[in-house]
């Protein structure tokens, strides 16, 4: 049950995309994103389409794995897509049905959402798939590190984000036993209605938040055991470092913006 | 009685981490047994003792309860459930009430007890772990470790269970508090006659308190039989990273240096009392 989380899930394998240093691929996210969205035209969603395809094969992922992340999203995009589908007035109507006009131009925004969509969550999730939680943090952390001279704690936010990754399976761990401890005490959580479901949950919550706190006191006193004192003059073990694979992604970055740009004015061109 | 029939368990199923938990495990638990059930971290004892105790998924393998079989575990797990009350490891850290009294009734006020019934189970509860009743109206979060750990131990004995399953209860606990706390499992089981089983990895607190015993060793159920049996069996537990008590080897070391002392010792206070006879037998 608990285990269907993902949430930040690694897998652990060998690719050009795992050896990759986490800031490349960190702003590669970023600028996949904007390329996402300048999207309009068929052409240019089938470009992205190509493009993640070409990255996910790449990554040695298997496929089964990227679409996991797509199930809780399932909801959403068909919201989305009722929603464009149903709420666009502009266009020719195709049917009509009680107070809604299906317009072809409705069609091809929900079709081009929810394709966006898919890409965005499939390209985007590849991104914690091949970095290591610690890669990944280590990356953050360097990536913010120019905004601690205006006194944002860059080290501390990585320190927390990879202190609360790091903790993730122990909680789910933690909490399967108790579940299971309070189930051997009679405890039942199936049943009722709602208030008494929600009363159930306590004898799960107060052990969890206690044990929480506890680890989390146990934590900062081995941390201060081995002097931890913050960011200032810390070194790491591996040093992050821009490789030939690196340059390489970013000559497939610039690429890809040119040719989407390319596109657009394409498209322009044969509009006018 | 409880029996499972070639129990096997695999853990995350049909996913690239799946392992083997137990393989092809059976166990007969006759009511009133006292069981021990030792095994090396790993070994299985712990998953064993959970299907037992009716609260994991279906295993492979059949299981039956009190003579009635059961075609799936899941209508056999409810009753599982009814019948065994397990302590986990650690149980200390599941308390969740505001008060100690309020903890301990958990259980009783889950099995639809009435008010005074609920009061009778807690109190006996609180006597049978040695917890002083002073410390009922207190808060489990104020109670020192070893203290919660008898609260967490009574949350369990207060619902009478038909079967009670400790897993490690003396994991980090002092001498003294362990030699209580299987003390009082020894007159638990003297005075009710009910189904006790003590998952432990020390021998020394297997031999002292419980007469059989079961060894698990990579997911098997190895050894089944009187405790004497299972320690004379010491070079085969070595194997599995088992060891015969302490006490053991010091008599076998006591023997090779020429003391007619027997090969049937398991507790300390037997070796003293077999020493002192010999003592007394050459002045």
Redesign the interface.
Known sequence: ML?DITLGQYYNTSSPLHDMDPRTKILGVIFYMVVLFMASSVWEYALAALFTAFVIKLSRVPISFITRGLKPLVMIMGFTLALNLLMTSTGNELFHWWIFRVTDDGVALAVKMAVRLVLLVMGTSLLTLTTSPIALTGGIERLLSPLSRIGVPSHEIAMMMSIALRFIPTIME?TD??I?????????FESGNLIQRVKAM??IL??LF??AF?RADELAVAMECRCYNGGAGRTSLRELRFRRIDAMALIVGVVLLAAMIGLKILAAGGIA | MIELKNVTYTYNKNEPSARVALSDVSLKLDDGDFLGLIGHTGSGKSTLMQIVAGLLPPPQGSVSVDGRDYADYKSAARELRKKVGLVFQYPEHQLFEETVYKDIAFGPKNQKLTGDEIDERVREAARRVRLDSGLLEKSPFDLSGGQKRRVAIAGVVAMKPEVLILDEPTAGLDPAGRDELLNMLGELHRDWRRTIILVSHSMEDIARTVKTAAVMNNGKLVMNGPVEEIFSRGAELRTMGLNTPQISRIVDGLIDAGLPLSRRIFTVKAAADEIEKIVRSKR
């Open positions: 285990r933690e036993k108790i299971k401890a309070q189930t051997s005490r009679g405890a039942d306590i004898p107060v052990p206690a044990g506890r």
